[in-house]
């Protein structure tokens, strides 16, 4: 939603100002700019960018416009979810959970958290490191670097399209540069013409600089940074769910493995501990009932 009205913000004041100034809008008019910029920032991005990190960026993209999928609320989902599997571990054995880790979608458990089980990122580092547990790797050592190893290449997988888009973002001045080139080309071969014409020319020109500087700095290079600050949101929902599993192998009762894993949530997304212990509690009187 922020990114819709900052969106708004650059292109109302750009644009403003430009009014405030009268400046003739239709000059700005100027298709042919757009497809050289345009174009060529696509075709350096085809170039530059394997297949399977152009999937990941046309996946993410949307979430720009949208609200984060982590906010209070989904910690809390996700932090009742790990106290309901940590007491049954604890109750009824590891083994207890094999059916929920080898088939979350129609697990106890799981099921009751649909929000959670949407993000498959969470799905599958939570599941995966339950099985090893169920099959017998309880060393917490073991755990911890497993779990950190998927940390690493999820955390170097997120920051692909955010990189990719950020060099993007740095080509479009040149590109600008290359558009305000060719139009110069144009205005050199009418330069016997009328003063008029001249100056259309060279207005147009200076129209595919403007355009690149804009979409690099207003628009693409903002939307890199908040793909960014995406994937930071998605690894720390999952340092979190590290850190209840590693303190619940160590040896920790379910509620305070689950507090150790609200530490680790940032300031601004973290439930109090009044919430959590709640929200525990309703878990529980459901699990009782």
Known sequence: MFAIIGVLVVTGCVLGGYAMAHGPFAILFQPAEVVIIGGASLGGLLIG?????????????????????????????????????????????????????????????????????????????????LKLMVNGVTDTFEIEKAMDAELETHHQEGALPSGVLAKVGDGLPGLGIVAAVLGIVITMQSIDGPVEEIGHHVAAAL????????????????????????????????????????????????????????????????????EMEEACKQAKNAIAA
């Not at 207890?96 to 458990?109: K, S, T």
């Not at 507090?259 to 109090?272: D, G, L, Q, T, W």
């Open 207 to 274: 129209v595919g600089t403007f355009l690149g500087i804009l979409m690099s700095y207003g628009y693409v290079q903002p939307i890199s940074s908040q793909l960014e600050h995406m994937a930071h949101e998605e690894s720390k929902f999952l340092e979190s769910i590290k850190a209840g599993v590693i303190s619940f192998t160590g040896g920790a009762n379910p509620v305070v493995a689950v507090e150790f894993a609200r530490k680790v949530i940032y300031s601004f997304n973290r439930p109090s501990n009044a």
């Open 49 to 129: 960018t394997p297949l399977p990190v152009l999937k990941i960026i046309a996946s993410k993209l949307p979430g720009v416009f949208g609200s984060s999928p982590y906010n209070k609320q989904a910690y809390l989902s996700m932090l009742s979810m790990l106290y309901e599997i940590f007491g049954k571990a604890r109750k009824e054995g590891l083994i207890a959970l094999e059916q929920e880790v080898n088939n979350p979608e129609q697990g106890e458990i799981f099921k009751k958290y649909p929000q959670f089980l949407k993000n498959h990122h969470a799905v599958d580092f939570l599941c995966d490191t």
